[in-house]
């Protein structure tokens, strides 16, 4: 069955550093997602992005915050200059049509420290 | 704007009970998805369901239903015969008018033991 993958599973990072976050939606998805859960809360819509552009993004996904579908299979999440408050889950998402009328499928999450 | 209030953080219950999840939400949409995700302690977030607003029949998959009442906004989420392997925490979502997120509650923890 198709997933989404994202590596690494864990990335441990000292404040100040960039960070790159990966992922390979299911390969005939057309919409993608980046979340995030921070530890034992809800998880939260950070942004979307078709066509090779964000189409929505929310009020967390600040300048230190950037997407890009770099070849046709990777999705990336960066992270200009990480804070201790960026420790959370972060979890891609894709769909095959109509947005939030398709299901989003999530990957396993890549869960980032920040030290 | 849309919201989904899940009101119980926590459920604990032995194996073999029947446990009930709420889910209420608010939308001004007339025609929108409720969707049903479970996040096992491994992490991952688990597809469940996706129920339409024009369809009120609940469903039933194996020892899960749902019960969806669009008068009540609600869409409940039953486990018979619950098993250990239930044990997660299980997020209602909506997504956004525009369709363009999911708008999650804030979960229910399900404890099942033995």
């Known amino acids: 069955e198709p997933e989404v993958t994202q590596t690494p599973s864990h990335q441990v990072t000292q404040m100040g550093q960039e960070v790159i976050l990966r992922c390979v939606p299911i390969s005939n998805h057309l919409y993608f997602y980046w979340y995030r859960q921070i530890l034992g809360q809800k998880v939260e819509f950070l942004v979307s992005?078709?066509?090779?552009?964000?189409?929505?993004k929310s009020e967390i996904f600040d300048d230190q915050f950037s997407v890009e579908r770099p070849d046709g299979s990777n999705f990336t999440l960066k992270i200009r200059s990480t804070k201790l408050e960026d420790s959370a889950m972060y979890f891609c998402a894709s769909s095959g049509s109509d947005r939030g009328l398709d299901i989003q499928y999530f990957g396993a999450g890549t869960r980032l420290s920040v030290l | 704007a849309q919201k989904v209030t899940q009101a119980q953080t926590e459920i604990s219950v032995v194996e073999k009970e029947d446990v009930t999840l709420d889910c209420v939400y608010e939308t001004r949409d007339t025609t929108y998805y409720l969707f049903w995700y479970k996040q096992p302690p491994s992490g991952e977030l688990v597809f469940l369901i996706r129920r339409n607003s024009f369809d009120e029949q609940n469903e039933i998959s194996g020892r899960y239903s749902w019960n969806f009442q669009k008068s009540t906004s609600s869409f409940n989420f039953t486990i018979t015969a619950s098993q250990v392997v239930d044990s997660a925490v299980y997020f209602c979502?909506?997504?956004?008018?525009?369709?363009?997120?999911?708008?999650f509650g804030t979960g229910t923890r399900l404890l099942v033991s033995p």
């Open positions: 992005f078709y066509n090779n552009e964000i189409s929505e």
């Open positions: 979502a909506l997504p956004n008018t525009g369709f363009q997120k999911l708008v």
